[in-house]
C-alpha cells in the first residue's frame, strides 16, 4: 500500500491543465502546486511560520547537501527532517543526482553510483541508488526521488540512451533498496535529454516498475525554452493520469503557466528565492529590480494586486532601502513575496481551471505580466 495517493478532481476541456490533490501522510496537497525549495533543512530567509502564512503546503530538501551537513545519521537521530527543521507539513527530498553533477568538483559515474568529491571541502564521496534510498529513508521525507543521472543539455543521443537505461535499472535498484513504504512515497524519473523518442523509451520503462508518481527530470539545464515546453507537450502525456506528475526545476511565472498547461502537478524553483536575495521581486508587472534609482522616492506597494503581508506595510522605496544596505530584512521581505506570489499564482490556476476558463486566466495573466 502506497503513501502516497493522486486523485484528479477536474481536467480542462481545452488543454492538458488539471487540478487534482495528493494526500500524504503529512496531510493533502492541491495540484497543481509549487514546491519552495529548503535545500540544507531551511527555505533561505523565510520561517516555518512564515511559510505556512503563505500557504506553503510541500517543500523540498536536498539528498546531496543534508548527507554532507549535518549528515544524514544526526537527522534520523534528531527524529527526521520534519522535527529537526520543525515543519509538519509534507517534505520532498530530491535524490542528490543532480546535485552532484552541478556542484561538485569531480564525479566518477559507473553502474554501482557516483564517486564526487564535496564542494565544501574536497573529501571524497560515493553515492549509490542504494545510498540515496539509506539516506532519504533516514530524512523520513515524504516523497522521495528515485536517483537518476541528469543528462546535461547538449549530451549525443548514444549517451542520453545509455545514460536513460542506467537511470531505469536505477530506478529499480531504488525500488527493491526502499523501506518503509508505508509512509514514505517513491516516485520515478523520467530522462531522455532532448530526444523525444528517448523520452518516450524512458517514461515506459518507468511506468513498467509502477511508482506512485513521476517527474520529468533533464529539463531546465539550460535548453531554450520552447525546446523544454514542445518537450513538456510531447512527454506530460505519456505519464499516466492517475498519478502526480512533477517537472523539476521550474519555474518562473511563464514556465509554471506552460508546465500547467501540459498537465503538470507540481513543481519547484530557487528562482523565487535566490532573486529575492539579489533584490528582484516578481509581480503581477513583470520583474521589479529594486536597487533601480526610481523606486528611491516610490512611496507605493511593491505589487498594487497582491495583499501579502509584504504588500500591504512596506513601500517600493523602503524595500530599495534594506536592498541597497544589504539588510537581512530584505531577503526575507522579498522572499516572502516571492513565494507568496508563485503560490497565489498557482491557486489561481486551480480556481481558474475548476471554472473552465484557464486559458483565458493564462493569457491575460501573460499579458499584464509581459509575457506576450
Ligand atoms: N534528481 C533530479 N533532480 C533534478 C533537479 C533539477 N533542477 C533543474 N533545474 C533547476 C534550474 C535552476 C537552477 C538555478 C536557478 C536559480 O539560481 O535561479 C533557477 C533554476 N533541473 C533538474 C533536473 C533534475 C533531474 O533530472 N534529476
Ligand atoms: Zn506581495
Redesign the pocket.
Known sequence: MSAIKYELIKEDKRSGARVGKIITPHGEIPTPIFMPVGTRATVKAMLPESLKEINAKIILGNTYHLYLRPGDDIIKKAGGLHKFMNWDRPILT??????VF?LSKTNDITEEGVTFRSHIDGSRHFISPEKSMEIQNNLGSDIM???????PYGADKKYTKDSLEMTTRWAKRCKEAHKNTEHQGLFG?V?GGMFKDLRKQSAEQLIDLDFPGY???????GEPMDMMFDLLDYTTPLLPKDKPRYL????SPDALLEGVKSGIDMF????QT??ARNGTALTSAGKVTLKNAKYKEDFTPLDDKCDCYVCRNYTKAYLRHLVICKEILSSMLVSYHNLYFTLKLMENMRNAIMEDRFLEFKHEFEKEYGII
Do not use: Y
Open positions: 530530491d535524490s542528490g543526482g543532480f546535485q552541478s526521488m528515485a536517483f537518476d543521472e541528469c543528462v524519473i530522462q517527474a520529468l527530470g533533464g529539463l531546465s539545464v523539476m526545476g521550474v519555474g519547484d524553483c530557487v528562482l535566490r532573486m
